[in-house]
């Protein structure tokens, strides 16, 4: 079944601290990765994308992700993370032979950052 | 501003009664998703449209739901006869053709007493 899992559903940092949260998928086929986030009453934003090519894309606000597909992880990091950063941050999956390219999400994983 | 505007923003209703959420997206796009957000959950896949057309329904939207793009632009989503397990937040948002980007708007949040 295709899935996406996030194993980390809470983390706290201080502010200054490296930031790695883990996303692996299940998903049969050439894939699109996405990770959004969703700060304290707001909207699901898009952080960052990835379709194909380099492996390690480069989002907003500091943030990266790398593709390894060899491991179907999809991993976020941040090297130096910043109290406003606090928020829910979710991995996104979908198939590009999905002709609905349809989102499939992990669960999530509460950040967050103590000044 | 999120390019999406959803009302109503907040609905309250008792068991069994009807609800209608509304999705406008300020841009054109010939697609458009519904997603449900439950408490401690990530989004999931309701429905989409390609332009008027609904082609695909998850096994989450029973009979008792429906939904509608009449015009290709704005779409609604009911909920009949509504359960308390139908609280959460409702999401809609136009959709990237050929990649899956999503551009969510703020939501509709459901509370069933």
Known sequence: AQSVSQHNHHVILSEAASLELGCNYSYGGTVNLFWYVQYPGQHLQLLLKYFSGDPLVKGIKGFEAEFIKSKFSFNLRKPSVQWSDTAEYFCAVTGRMDSSYKLIFGSGTRLLVRP | ?113
């Open chain 2, 1 to 113: 501003d999120t390019g999406v505007s959803q009302d109503p923003r907040h609905k309250i209703t008792k068991r069994g009664q009807n609800v209608t959420f509304r999705c406008d997206p300020i841009s054109e796009h010939n697609r458009l998703y519904w997603y449900r957000q439950t408490l401690g959950q990530g989004p999931e896949f309701l429905t989409y449209f390609q332009n008027e057309a609904q082609l695909e329904k998850s096994r989450l939207l029973s009979d008792r739901f429906s939904a509608e793009r009449p015009k290709g632009s704005f779409s609604t989503l009911e909920i009949q006869r509504t359960e308390q397990g139908d609280s959460a937040m409702y999401l809609c948002g136009p959709g990237t053709q050929n990649t899956g980007e999503l551009f969510f708007g703020e939501g509709s949040r459901l509370t069933v007493l």
